[in-house]
T-cell receptor
Framework: GAVVSQHPSWVICKSGTSVKIECRSL??????MFWYRQFPKQSLMLMAT?????????EQGVEKDKFLINHASLTLSTLTVTSAHPEDSSFYIC?????????????FGDGTRLSIL | GQNIDQPTEMTATEGAIVQINCTYQ??????LFWYQQHAGEAPTFLSY??LDGLEEKGRFSSFLSRSKGYSYLLLKELQMKDSASYLC??????????WGAGTKLIIKP
């Protein structure tokens, strides 16, 4: 149980393109979803916390107009990287939890490797 | 500030036992998690501790001492496939997950 699906797994596109990444909880309802970014050999960096039906909470230093997050249902959150540039190339990972209680782990999608040329 | 410390890298031998330590200083505590992350892949959940003591799950065990702000992940009968990064994370008083930088574990034959 607790499967999170992330799509696409790999994107290569030109600078200036907008890229949408989908994160779905397949067998549970996720009231909260999280978006992370990870550069090579570095730790996970939380970008934003997404709650169904409300605006996402962005971490300090993350541009909300650049990284648009939509969490329209209990099973789907999307991250759109607008006008992507080479410095946005990274590994983007979503996770979801069943509620926000202390003992609920975050379950991760397989990640999206984004390469901007 | 909130801080989680774990060694950057450790090396162990196939078949042996290794202990990965994690110390934390957070505003409040609502549980500690260990995740495994293979290179190029997303993290997978390993264990959860909220009370002091040892939680055993097959070859993996996790220990917590809240008074010392300390946890460890113990891996027994190491296999080559255990080569990965191991991430320690703590939920603070706001239930926000604070992540450590991860420990890269290298298993040698």
């Amino acid at each position: 149980g607790a499967v999170v699906s992330q799509h696409p797994s790999w994107v290569i596109c030109k600078s200036g393109t907008s890229v949408k990444i989908e994160c779905r909880s397949l067998d549970f309802q996720a009231t909260t979803m999280f978006w992370y970014r990870q550069f090579p050999k570095q730790s996970l960096m939380l970008m934003a916390t997404s709650n169904e039906g409300s605006k996402a909470t962005y971490e300090q230093g993350v541009e909300k107009d650049k990284f648009l997050i939509n969490h329209a249902s209990l099973t789907l959150s999307t991250l759109t990287v607008t006008s992507a540039h080479p410095e946005d190339s990274s590994f983007y990972i979503c996770s979801a939890s069943i509620g926000g209680g202390g003992n609920q782990p975050q379950h991760f999608g397989d990640g999206t490797r984004l390469s901007i040329l | 500030g909130q801080n989680i410390d774990q060694p950057t890298e450790m090396t162990a031998t196939e078949g042996a036992i290794v202990q990965i330590n994690c110390t934390y200083q957070t505003s409040g505590f609502n549980g500690l998690f260990w995740y495994q992350q293979h290179a190029g892949e997303a993290p997978t959940f390993l264990s959860y501790n909220v009370l002091d003591g040892l939680e055993e799950k097959g070859r993996f065990s996790s220990f917590l001492s809240r008074s010392k702000g300390y946890s460890y992940l113990l891996l027994k009968e190491l296999q080559m496939k255990d080569s990965a990064s191991y991430l320690c994370a703590v939920k603070d008083s706001n239930y926000q997950l604070i992540w450590g930088a991860g420990t890269k574990l290298i298993i040698k034959p």
